[in-house]
């Protein structure tokens, strides 16, 4: 912030200069001179000296006066509001409080507040998985156009599911309507060159792999859509790529996941703004499993720009969509029991405050119906700590972390392999993904995971029998 100084500081330090019999001045002051002096703000009288018989005599010899260097004005200081960090310790549920005594009594009193990765080491975690897992995009380099032919080739990658599918009330889902459903991509439109819009999501939406509202189910199913793919949460930015033929949907680039979203859940942004959601400065994470923004749900793990603090609340920019798809924005009050400053530490503490947060969350298909499931279960944990995983299991069993292959594993070997454990790690068995808690008082082995469509975020026993194709710890 510009402070200005006061003409009667100015006076008063140019007095004391005079006073002293000091000529030079800092850079500062000799400003502040020249600019009293040209503003009339220094009135000075001249004596009258009496007259005498001139005197001849041969002027000393002198030194022409030195010039007066110029100097920048110094850039005034810019004041950032930033957030208290909370010095209390965060309330935990009872079940983690459960699992946090545990681990201290087997890694000694306070190990679960020890700090396993620093922000800076979470962000070379992160830039190591982007580099090295396919799926995973640095959403912030985002290109001024891309290969529209290439484009159009990933749209029409996507394949309906084979045989009868049905929508959600059971009606079938005929050649008619998956017609005008392909029609709906509008890849005449593409152009050799495609450009990208930045964007930045505005309501939690699902992604699917058409540009539809319908789910494919199999019949009496109603949990498994086909073309089902993850759901974005708000203040995500996206590349949005294309737009559907009647301008309903939009096809997006996020960072772990490309595909169809509503075009009512996203709004067109400039460049400064995206860039502002993909690594804002000052912003809190939501740490709750849902926080009320008004008319908004936010989701764990959702990041917004932070303007402000009360004794209870949090100030967040929240992003809108005007009528138009541009992009606004309103200020809301977050409880701080649901935020926090930044990211949270990465500790044990944490971890298992945020896996039990979830418990009880209903089960949701690829975020379906407000839901999550076992790999987005895993993803919103990580994300309140800072960590971008992978959306899938199949690129999480080998890019999220330090990667155990545990093909061929007897239940000695698995047994001996989760005891040795002591940071937060994964747990892989075909088409599923589980976060181990640890070895329970009674010796056996403990899990917390999404399971399947129609239960619930819920603890389990490990069975040692189970085929376990990885075990990823994410240190």
Known sequence: MLRPIAPAGRLKTLALLLLAGVLSFSSCNALELREADESGWIETET???????????????????????????????TEFFRPEIPTEEREVSSDAAQWIERYDAVFGAGASDRVILTDGEIADYNRRMTENCPT???????????????????????????????????????????????????LEALDDEAAVTPGVVTARCDMRSFPTSLGFYESGDTFYSRIQQTELIVGMPVWILHRS????????????YEGWITSSAAAV????????????????????????????????GVRLPCV?????????????????????????????????????PYTMRNYFAQAFAYL????????????????GFVCAVFRTFGVMLPRDTREQKDYAGEVTYTEGYGPEDKDALLSSLSSPAALFSPGHVMLYLGKGWDGSHYVIH??????YVKVAVFDINRQLTSVVTLK
């Open 308 to 344: 402000g603090e009360t004794d209870d609340s949090y100030t967040a920019v929240l992003p809108m969509r005007e009528a138009g798809g541009s992009f606004t924005s309103i200020e809301v009050n977050l409880p701080k029991s649901d935020a926090y400053p930044g990211t949270l």
């Open 47 to 77: 004596a009258e000296v009496p007259e005498t018989d001139p005197v001849p005599a041969e002027a000393p010899e002198t030194e022409p006066p030195a010039e007066e260097e110029e100097t920048e004005p110094e850039e005034p200081e």
């Open 136 to 186: 995973l995009t640095d959403i912030a380099a985002i290109p001024d156009s891309v290969d529209g032919e290439e484009l159009k080739n990933r749209i029409a990658s996507y394949a309906f599911p084979q045989g009868d599918k049905f929508d959600r009330g059971g009606s079938r889902i005929d050649d008619e309507m998956r017609a005008a459903i392909l029609l709906n991509r509008n």
């Open 269 to 300: 942004c400039d460049r400064d703004t995206f860039l502002a959601f993909c690594d804002p400065e000052v912003f809190v994470t939501v740490t709750a499993p849902k926080a009320d923004a008004g008319h908004t749900t936010l989701d764990m």
């Open 360 to 375: 009880g969350t209903q089960y949701g298909w690829g975020g379906a119906d407000g839901g999550i499931d076992c790999s």
């Open 245 to 256: 033929a009647d301008g309903s949907f939009l096809y997006v680039q996020s960072y772990y």
């Open 450 to 455: 999404a399971p399947k469509g129609g239960d």
